[in-house]
Nanobody, 119 residues
Framework: QVQLVESGGGLVQAGGSLRLSCAAS????????IGWYRQAPGKQRDMVAT???????TYADSVKGRFTISRGNAKNTVYLQMNSLKPEDTAVYYC?????????????WGRGTQVTVSS
């Protein structure tokens, strides 16, 4: 069974930084895209940043220049360095990955980690 486990959320003042981590575990043959989405109360879940196995990155316009996504050497971990945080970054952040496993190729989600930015 594939699992994605996030860590690193918390409460921070505007202008501060946080680093999110996500680790994928289970019987994994390959991880294709992996990244982060977020969902604020009453809003839809939106893409924040993704990275391919080859290292190509995509960012939401709202976080460009402030957030950096990276993968660990083992390729089953992903990090999101968040700098210059703003109150509008407050949301539950979900790790996402497209994974090849014994169940085929499927999209997987973590349970989420809360990020709260105070003004």
């Amino acid at each position: 069974q594939v699992q994605l486990v996030e860590s690193g959320g918390g409460l921070v003042q505007a202008g501060g930084s946080l680093r999110l981590s996500c680790a994928a575990s289970g019987t994994i043959f390959n991880i294709y895209d992996i990244g982060w989405y977020r969902q604020a109360p009453g809003k839809q879940r939106d893409m924040v940043a993704t990275i391919t196995r080859g290292g190509s990155t995509t960012y939401a316009d709202s976080v460009k220049g402030r957030f950096t996504i990276s993968r660990g050497n083992a390729k089953n971990t992903v990090y999101l360095q968040m700098n210059s945080l703003k109150p509008e970054d407050t949301a539950v952040y979900y790790c996402y990955a497209r994974i090849s496993s014994t169940l085929g190729i499927n999209d997987h989600w973590g349970r989420g980690t809360q990020v709260t930015v105070s003004s």
